[in-house]
């Protein structure tokens, strides 16, 4: 790995650093500050509309349908056990309107938390101008996911079924 950190969050030990400090691109670990972002601003048993935005996102997809209703839940689930883009997209839109105003929000929450070195553009993680962090700092947004109850739940989760009844996958 060109970089990495390993840190125990509860008593704040680093364990390993390797040019942790280092600005790079963060792909869909992106998703984590994503499922922070929206959970910041959603409600999980609220149903959403699919967008037409969020529908064809290139790469990894929970092929989600142009008006189809889903729970706000199952669009964690989605975003953080597929790696879905689309899941991304659409939390961004329902919790912001649009991905540029849902980056402002992340970029809110990367300055409250203090990272210096964090920077989005986007909630999927695809390449963009300006959307990177380095090993030190994904390991705090990582850190500050764990802490919520909702989101240990669902990297914890195995399997998941969708709530939403026009779902099928």
Partial sequence: AQSAFLYEAQSQTVLFAKNEDKR???????KIMTALAALSAL?????YCIPKEAVGV?????????????KIRDLFYALLLQSANDAAVA???AADGSLDDFAARMNRIADEMGLKDTH??????????????TARELALIAAEALAHPFLREVVRTKTYRSESPEQTR
Avoid: K, Q, W
């Fill in 24 to 30: 790079m691109p963060m792909a869909s670990t992106t």
């Fill in 91 to 93: 939390l961004a839109i």
């Fill in 58 to 70: 290139e790469g990894s997809s929970a092929y989600y349908r142009v008006g189809e209703t889903v």
């Fill in 120 to 133: 989005f553009a986007n909630p999927h993680g695809l390449p963009a101008e300006g959307h990177y962090t």
């Fill in 43 to 47: 409600s999980l048993d609220d149903d």
